[in-house]
Every structure is written in C-alpha cells, then in structure tokens.
C-alpha cells in the first residue's frame, strides 16, 4: 500500500535566498505585515504572523547582490500566504494597491481566491484565501474541481472598506 502523508501535515515556513536583506525585509514586515522574530547577524532574518518561530526565513548566503533567478528555469513558482478571512485579503490587496505595488494577476479558482505578484527579488507571491470547503466545486462523482477565473478586485477592495 502507498505511504500517505498524514492529514494534519502543514507545510511549517519558506526560507527564500535574496539578493538584498533590507528590500526583502522592507516588502515582506512593511508592506506584508510580518513581524520580524530574529535577525541573524547581518545575512538572514525570520519573520513570523502571530509570534510563530518564522513562517519566512530570508538570506544572503548565496545570493547577496545577484540577480533574479530565471523564469525558464527549474525552482520556487511561487510562495503561498493563506489569510485567514476574505477581509484580510482585500486590506493586503488595499496596502498593495496604496503602495503602487505591481500585482501579476489575480484568480478565482472555486476553492479560494489569490493575488499574485513578485517580491523584489522576483519570488513568486500568492496571496490568498479559502472559501469554506462546503463551497468548494465538485463534479458528479464529489472530485474537487478547481478553476481560474478572473477575481473581481473590486468587489473585493470594497471589503477592505466594511
């Protein structure tokens, strides 16, 4: 029989080279909203929601002052931030849009709905969040059945309003 992972398994934290520590540091505290947890020395720090040991580690080990991986190539698509409310997601699409911040795109895929764009270092960034699971779309035989489909960003920011 197939091993399978068990159903209480979470993926702990990402830890992302970088080519800048401040810059990362500056959109994912300033403009994200993580807490900085700790520094360490002057080539990697660990960020956290909730007082978590780090959710986000960032480091210079082997990256400082280099350049942006290549899209065409193997590595991270992206890192995936789930929030926990659809309002928390229209405030951080509000601070993005505030701040100038370029988005990718943004998707309703039936089980949630994401905002994707670049950290500046060009990691790819889904912001997102889940819609109760009983809402989630199904075909005849009850297999999820995901989609993408443009978000209403509108309808959203005005969440951010209430």
């Not at 702990?12 to 947890?37: I, P, S, W």
């Not at 040991?53 to 931030?81: C, E, M, Y």
């Not at 764009?117 to 060009?122: A, E, G, M």
């Not at 819609?131 to 009850?142: A, N």
């Amino acid at each position: 029989m197939a091993y399978t992972v068990p159903p209480q398994t979470r993926i702990g934290h990402v830890h992302l080279k970088v080519a800048d520590l401040d810059r990362a540091v500056a959109f994912y505290r300033d403009l994200l909203g993580f807490e900085v947890t700790q520094y360490y020395g002057n080539s990697a720090v660990f960020l956290s929601a909730g007082g978590y040991h780090h959710h986000i580690g960032l480091n210079t080990w082997q990256s400082k002052g280099a350049s942006p991986a290549p899209r065409n190539s193997a590595g991270l698509f992206h890192v995936a931030i789930l929030y926990p409310k659809r309002r928390d997601l229209a405030v951080i699409l509000k601070r993005l849009t505030d701040a100038g911040y370029p988005i990718d795109g943004a998707s309703d895929h039936g089980v949630s709905e994401a905002i994707y764009l670049r950290d500046p270092d060009y990691n790819g960034v889904e912001l997102y969040c889940d819609r109760p699971q009983e809402e989630w779309p199904v075909d005849k035989d009850g297999n999820i059945n995901m989609t993408t489909k443009q978000l209403d960003l509108s309808a959203l920011l005005s969440e951010a309003e209430e």
